[in-house]
């Protein structure tokens, strides 16, 4: 059973970095695209980011590009979300996700995603 532990989460103010971390267990980590997704109040889950199972390549939202970066840790199966100059619309709360299959291309994810976290949350105040 795959398990996916965020943490990290919290209040800041526009401008400010926030960092996110997931833990995972339950499967070979280091196989398997891995990301995160946010849902806003009101609002659907939306894709942020998404990184491949080496590390080696990333895909990001239009909305994220260039403020955030996705980490990868596999030797301690974590992944991270640096998240710099945060801006109100950046308040939701925040997932990780799991792909489903393994190898697989990180902009697959918005539609492979398997596993889920249960969420922290950031609330950015402007």
């Known amino acids: 059973q795959v398990q996916l532990v965020e943490s990290g989460g919290g209040l800041v103010q526009a401008g400010d970095s926030l960092r996110l971390s997931c833990a995972a267990s339950?499967?070979?980590?280091?196989?398997?695209?891995m990301g995160w997704f946010r849902q806003a109040p009101g609002k659907e889950r939306v894709f942020v980011a998404a990184?491949?199972?080496?590390?080696?390549?990333?895909y990001y939202a239009d909305s994220v590009k260039s403020r955030f970066t996705i980490f990868r840790d596999n030797a301690k199966s974590t992944v991270d979300l640096q998240m710099n100059s945060l801006r109100a619309e950046d308040t939701a709360v925040y997932y990780c996700?799991?792909?489903?299959?393994?190898?697989?291309?990180?902009?697959?994810?918005?539609?492979?995603?398997?596993?889920w976290g249960q969420g922290t949350q950031v609330t950015v105040s402007s």
């Open positions: 996700a799991a792909d489903s299959v393994p190898w697989q291309i990180p902009s697959v994810l918005s539609r492979s995603a398997g596993y």
């Open positions: 990184i491949s199972s080496s590390g080696g390549s990333t």
């Open positions: 339950g499967r070979r980590f280091s196989n398997y695209v």
